[in-house]
Structures are given as structure tokens and as C-alpha cells.
């Protein structure tokens, strides 16, 4: 039943910017954290960003000072920031949430279908 829905991807130009938004659905007790990872073509899953319900923030160097992660707990949405695009930022982008289902005490990872951002130069 838990389901996570990205958007916002799509086609720019280098050094254009995009927002991608991530939001969860289902019976969700409570969420320790989200992150955002891409996959290219021929390339391994890459690790982000990600934030904490304590807004605590980390970032992959790769993108570390252009992109920035958020989340509106109020909207239980969490938004990838992207500017200064490059591309080698050209990817499927996934959205990944760790949370506890209502009704059970361990958390369990969620992943999103993904959302194709195209950069040109």
C-alpha cells in the first residue's frame, strides 16, 4: 500500500535547473528518512542525497553546493533543488523513503518508479 510518486524531470539545457518532488502514499506511522539516487545508463545506482526527520542533511560529493534537498513534513513530500545542471547529471532519478507502516515496528526502505531528467549541452 505504501507508494512513493516522483516528478519534475524532464529536459534542460547545462547550467539550467529543475525541482523533482517525491510524494509518499499508504498507511505511514512514521518516516526516519528520505533521499534522492540516480541511475544512468551502464552505470550503478548513485547515492545523492539525503534528509532526516531531524532535517539533517547529507550529500554525494557529486552534486554537493548545486542540488538541495528538502522536505515539507507537513505534505510528507521531500523536493531535490537542481541547478548549475550538467550532462553528466543525465539520469533516472529515484526516490527512496525508510519508514515504519501503521501497525508494525521495524522500518522498511521504498523506492519510487523514477523520473528521467535529460541536460543537454
Known amino acids: 500500500q505504501v507508494q512513493l510518486v516522483e516528478s519534475g524531470g524532464g529536459f534542460v539545457q547545462a547550467g539550467g535547473s529543475l525541482r523533482l518532488s517525491c510524494e509518499p502514499s499508504?498507511?505511514?506511522?512514521?518516516?526516519?528518512?528520505m533521499g534522492w539516487y540516480r541511475q544512468a545508463p551502464g552505470k550503478e545506482r548513485e547515492f545523492l542525497a539525503r534528509?532526516?526527520?531531524?532535517?539533517?542533511?547529507n550529500y554525494a560529493d557529486s552534486v554537493k553546493g548545486r542540488f538541495t534537498i528538502s522536505r515539507d513534513r507537513a505534505k510528507n513530500t521531500v523536493y531535490l533543488q537542481m541547478n548549475s545542471l550538467k550532462s553528466e547529471d543525465t539520469a533516472v532519478y529515484y526516490c527512496?523513503?525508510?519508514?515504519?507502516?501503521?501497525?508494525?515496528?521495524?522500518?522498511?526502505?521504498?523506492w519510487g518508479q523514477g523520473t528521467q531528467v535529460t541536460v543537454s549541452s
Open positions: 527512496n523513503m525508510q519508514a515504519v507502516r501503521r501497525g508494525y515496528f521495524s522500518a522498511d526502505d521504498y
Open positions: 499508504g498507511s505511514i506511522l512514521s518516516i526516519n528518512h
Open positions: 534528509i532526516t526527520t531531524g532535517r539533517s542533511t
